[in-house]
């Protein structure tokens, strides 16, 4: 079992609707969350973290963490084109929460 | 600031060669970390740095070495490269302050034949 799991997708969605990725992990010491964004051929970068159970937007971006049930989803609500990309899930623990491990990601198409 | 830089950008190999990838970083960081990327792999850790001086094997660490060699700079080798090794490679650097995201070289494409 990956210690961070996605559902690979591709999930579409239609423009101006809300997109919802998910994401389990399976370290109950795991201490904060991040949602990554990359397109094809570029390095991923950061859309949010959080380390609190609950909610946390920004903007269009709203990330949600469950510590009990070890899940964190990111919701895009008035999804673009531009928001196609795949979006990685990312978990850290260890001393210091220093390890940083990935889920394989989820290829979101936003269809016109 | 040039953030994270990696050499080189593109490298091919054959079978049973050797070859170090080199990363470095000009933002000061404690952490810095070696990721591949493989086809719908998402990104697999290989090694990481939590401080200068120590270094600790991710989830795929074997084939490879690393070398802390200072605060900036952070190498892996491949010292006999083989097919399974073709890949994407990141390194990233963060100072781990509390939601300070990881910050990405722009990869080594690596193939090996």
């Known amino acids: 079992q990956k210690e961070v799991e996605q559902n690979s997708g591709p999930l579409s969605v239609p423009e101006g609707a809300i997109a919802s990725l998910n994401c389990t992990y399976s370290?109950?010491?795991?201490?904060?969350f991040f949602w990554y964004r990359q397109y094809s051929g570029k390095s991923p970068e950061l859309i949010m973290f959080?380390?609190?159970?609950g909610d946390k937007e920004d903007g269009r971006f709203t990330a949600q963490l469950n510590k009990a049930s070890q899940y964190v989803s990111l919701l895009i609500r008035d999804s673009q084109p531009s928001d196609s990309a795949t979006y990685l899930c990312?978990?850290?623990?260890?001393?210091?929460?220093?390890?940083?491990?990935f889920g394989s990601g989820t290829r979101l198409s936003i269809r016109p | 600031n040039a953030g994270v830089t990696q050499t080189p950008k593109f490298q091919v190999l054959k079978t049973g060669q050797s070859m170090t990838l080199q990363c470095a970083q000009d933002?000061?960081?404690?952490?810095m970390y070696w990721y591949r990327q493989d086809p719908g792999m998402g990104l697999r850790l290989i090694y990481y740095?939590?401080?200068?001086?120590?270094?600790d094997k991710g989830e795929v660490p074997n084939g490879y070495n690393v070398s802390r060699l200072n605060k900036r700079e952070f190498s892996l080798r491949l010292e006999s490269a083989a097919p399974s090794q073709t890949s994407v490679y990141f390194c990233?650097?963060?100072?781990?302050?509390?939601?300070?995201?990881?910050?990405f070289g722009n990869g080594t494409r690596l193939t090996v034949t």
């Open positions: 959080i380390y609190s159970n």
């Open positions: 370290d109950r010491g795991s201490q904060s």
């Open positions: 740095s939590a401080s200068e001086g120590t270094t």
């Open positions: 933002m000061n960081h404690n952490s």
């Open positions: 990233a650097s963060t100072g781990l302050y509390r939601g300070e995201p990881l910050h």
């Open positions: 990312a978990v850290s623990r260890g001393s210091s929460a220093s390890k940083i491990i």
